[in-house]
């Protein structure tokens, strides 16, 4: 089983920035993809971002040019360097990891297999 925990949220202005950290419990970090999505009300979680073992990432539109997931093995942790952040990009951001055996396939097709407990972002004027 993997724990996630989210931290660095928080209440920005347009334009600001914030930085996301997820941090993992158990083995085999290095070998597991990772990714943040988010979710407002009344809609589904979606990606935001993915990193893969190997360190391949994957951006929604949204986040593409202002967003950066990256991670640290050492560490346990993953982060979303999110800037030029938008009244939009308000919501719950979820860290999220896949089993270290699955594959590219189901990396890239299914959601993620653990999920920390969600962490509220806010921009607002």
């Known amino acids: 089983q993997v724990q996630l925990v989210e931290s660095g949220g928080g209440m920005v202005h347009p334009g600001g920035s914030l930085t996301l950290s997820c941090t993992a419990s158990?083995?085999?970090?290095?070998?597991?993809?990772m990714a943040w999505y988010r979710q407002t009300p009344g809609m589904e979680r979606a990606l935001v971002a993915r990193?893969?073992?190997?360190?391949?990432?994957t951006y929604a539109d949204s986040a593409k040019g202002r967003f950066t997931i990256s991670r640290d093995n050492a560490k346990n942790t993953v982060y979303l360097q999110m800037n030029s952040l938008q009244l939009e990009d308000t919501a719950v951001y979820y860290c999220?990891?896949?089993?270290?055996?699955?594959?590219?396939?189901?990396?890239?097709?299914?959601?993620?297999?653990?999920w920390g407990q969600g962490i509220q972002v806010t921009v607002s004027s």
């Open positions: 990193i893969t073992s190997s360190r391949a990432t």
């Open positions: 999220g990891a896949w089993k270290a055996t699955a594959i590219l396939s189901t990396i890239w097709s299914t959601p993620p297999d653990y």
């Open positions: 158990g083995s085999s970090f290095s070998r597991r993809a």
